[in-house]
Structure formats: structure tokens, C-alpha cells
């Protein structure tokens, strides 16, 4: 658990204070005075631990206190990357501590005393220093081991990035080589029966046949070159559909529309939101051909409280359902589409045999 700042900065000031009155005679305020302040330099170790060791040594000399001028070590060996600064303030704490042995009238003899004091003068300025080297080599090799990890997790990403294209690539590859190939040789079929049958309606059938079968195709290249080319920059697109292409879908739909599009005129919308209109349209007359057959459709489009609404209604259906191939998730992907946008998506039958889906996206 880490140690919150104002204790790990105010523990230590407290116990070199507390020292300092335990140590130092109460008759003597000056040695107490500078104790305290030793304590108080503490409060600066963290920015600038070079005042703490200089506030420490007056009260070390004076008043024999260790924890002050340990402290303030510790924070130079922890602090600064070079040894030399954290080495030089535990040599002159070692010397300041070692001053009762010297003594210019009686030489200290070389006895196991004086051995016993060196040592200890040693041991205060070498311990905190060494302390303070691995505590900063520690907290760097942490960083270290956070930068690696981060660099380990972004080529893991690159690698799944570049396997998530690799399979796009196959995808494309396989829904171009299977789906394109089926829908050309609809268009050609399309084409020999518009030619060749004598009924006008069979041939004006086949005649919308062959350009559905046009559009399916180039909009499956597009999809294929979206795929093949996704995560690559500058990559041109063809332009996506949008509301000015909407009266196009309604007269190609086949089936019998009636259309009411109020919204201001001149009003631009966001890409975005035109294209997912237009393919709210493109789905829900999809799904009605599909359906209910021969249904009547009214599609209206709004400008409704900040907000594009679109309503589609069918009637019921006029033939038995087509039993076409699909995958059940057409209105799944509009709701999806526009709970991104911020919109709502609903959809529902109605009394009478129809349905009806209604769609709000943000106009901004």
C-alpha cells in the first residue's frame, strides 16, 4: 500500500523532532532550537534535500542527533541519479559524527572504542545512502518493467491488427469470388430474357433485374476494397449514398411508394446521419419486398425537435412471402446503427397486417 505524501513527508520530521528533545539538554535551548529546525528541514527533503542535510548538520554537531541527517542522506541517494552528492553528504555526517574522538590536547588511541565509534559514524552515513541507491534503482526498474509491459501490449495489438487484416483480405477474396460470380451470372441471364421474351412487362422485369444485379456488384467491389484495404490511410472511397439519392431508392424500389419529405430546404446534414438514413430506407423497403408483397409503403422524413425522423409503414402484404435467403440481423444492425449516432430505432407491427419502423437521428 503507498504511503500517503503528508506522512511520508511529516513521519520523519515528527521523529527527528521528537528525538532531538530526548537527546539534547533541556538546560541548553540553543542545541534544542537547532534540533527542531534540523526536524524542520525534513519538510523540505522531498525538493530540495540538499537544505535538509544542511539544517541537519548544526543539530548533529551540537546536539548528537542521527535521524535528521540520515533522513536528509537518504533523500540525496534517492533523489539524484549520480552517487556523488549522496556519497559526500555520508562522509561529512560520518566526520561530523566521529568529532567527539578528536581532540587537539588528547589524541584519540586506536582502541576498540574509538574502532567501535568509527564504525558506527560509517554505518550512519553509509546505511541511508545505499538505502536510498536501491530504493531509486527499484522505482526505475519499475518504470522500466510499466514500459515494457506497454510495449509488449502494443505489439500485441499490431500482431492482432495485422491477423484481423489478413482475414479481411480472405473475406473479401471468398465473398468476392462467390457472391460476385452467382449475381453476374444473374445480370447475364437478366440480360438474355430482356432480349429475347416478347411480353414488354417480362422484359421490363428483366430489364430491372439486370440493373439491380449492376448496382449489387459495384457495391460489393466497394465493399471488397473496403475490406482488403481496412486500417490503411489515404485509401479513396467511393461516395456513400445520401439523402439527395433518396428519391433514386424510392422509384427503383419496384413497389408502389408514397413519399413525404418535409425538411427544410438547403439544410445540410451530417454524413453520418444522411448515410444512415438513406440505409434505414434501403433495409426497410428490403425487408417489405421481402415480406409482404405487393404492400403499399409510405415513407416519410422530418425535421422533429432537433432530430431526423424517418417513418416507414407498410399495409399487408398483397402475395405470400418470398422465402429468400437472410440472416436476421437487418433491423438488429439499424438499431445498432443508430444507437451510435446518439439515436433511437423502433420497430413493431401494426393493426391490419403491416409494420412499421420509425428512426430518430440527432440533426448535429
Known amino acids: 500500500m503507498r504511503t500517503p505524501g503528508w506522512a511520508a513527508i511529516g513521519l520523519p520530521a515528527a521523529l527527528a523532532a521528537v528525538e532531538g528533545l530526548i537527546v539534547t539538554d533541556p538546560g541548553n535551548p540553543t542545541a534544542r532550537a537547532l534540533a527542531l529546525l534540523a526536524a524542520a528541514g525534513l519538510l523540505l527533503r522531498r525538493h530540495r534535500p540538499e537544505a535538509a542535510l544542511l539544517l541537519a548538520l548544526p543539530g548533529q554537531w551540537t546536539g548528537f542527533l542521527w535521524l535528521a541527517p540520515m533522513f536528509a542522506v537518504y533523500s540525496l541517494a534517492e533523489r ?16 561530523v559524527d566521529v568529532r567527539s574522538f578528536l581532540d587537539g590536547t588528547h589524541p584519540p588511541a586506536l582502541d576498540t572504542r574509538t574502532l567501535l ?19 531509486r534503482t527499484r522505482r526505475e526498474l519499475a518504470a522500466r518493467i510499466t514500459d515494457l509491459e506497454a510495449t509488449q501490449r502494443h505489439e500485441r495489438q499490431l500482431i ?14 471468398e465473398m ?28 421490363e422485369a428483366a430489364r430491372e433485374l439486370r440493373r439491380l444485379s449492376v448496382t449489387t456488384l459495384t457495391e460489393l467491389r466497394h465493399m471488397v476494397s473496403v475490406l482488403r484495404a481496412a486500417g490503411a490511410r ?28 418535409d425538411l427544410p430546404p438547403g439544410r445540410r446534414w ?11 430506407v434501403q433495409e426497410s423497403l428490403t ?25 416507414i409503414a407498410n399495409g399487408p402484404a398483397a402475395a405470400p412471402p418470398l ?10 444492425g439499424l438499431r445498432e446503427r443508430a444507437h451510435h449516432l446518439g439515436g433511437t430505432l423502433r420497430a413493431a407491427p401494426v393493426d391490419g397486417g403491416g409494420f412499421r419502423v420509425e428512426a430518430r437521428l440527432p440533426a448535429a
Not at 565509534?117 to 530504493?135: H, K, N, Q, S
Not at 492482432?160 to 477474396?173: D, V, Y
Not at 451470372?185 to 414488354?200: G, N
Not at 409503403?297 to 431526423?308: F, H, I, P, Q, S
Open 287 to 311: 425487408n417489405i419486398r421481402k415480406h409482404a408483397p405487393g404492400a403499399t409503403v409510405d415513407v416519410g422524413l422530418r425535421y422533429e425537435d432537433a432530430a431526423l425522423v424517418i417513418d
Open 234 to 261: 489515404g485509401t479513396e472511397l467511393t461516395p456513400q449514398p445520401t439523402l439527395d439519392e433518396l428519391r433514386g431508392l424510392l422509384d427503383s424500389s419496384g413497389m408502389p411508394v408514397t413519399a413525404t419529405i
Open 176 to 203: 468476392h469470388d462467390v457472391v460476385a460470380h452467382q449475381v453476374s451470372l444473374m445480370s447475364v441471364q437478366a440480360s438474355a430474357l430482356q432480349a429475347a421474351h416478347p411480353d414488354p412487362a417480362v422484359r
Open 117 to 135: 565509534g568509527v564504525g558506527y559514524a560509517t554505518l550512519t552515513g553509509l546505511a541511508p545512502t545505499v538505502i536510498g541507491m536501491l530504493v
Open 160 to 173: 492482432e491488427e495485422r491477423a484481423l487484416a489478413t482475414e479481411r483480405a480472405r473475406l473479401a477474396r
Open 323 to 332: 422465402r429468400l435467403p437472410g440472416g436476421g440481423h437487418g433491423l438488429l
Open 270 to 280: 451530417p454524413e453520418p446521419v444522411e448515410r444512415a438514413a438513406y440505409r434505414i
Open 80 to 95: 539524484y541519479r549520480r552517487p556523488w552528492p549522496a556519497v559526500l553528504g555520508a562522509v561529512v555526517i560520518a566526520l
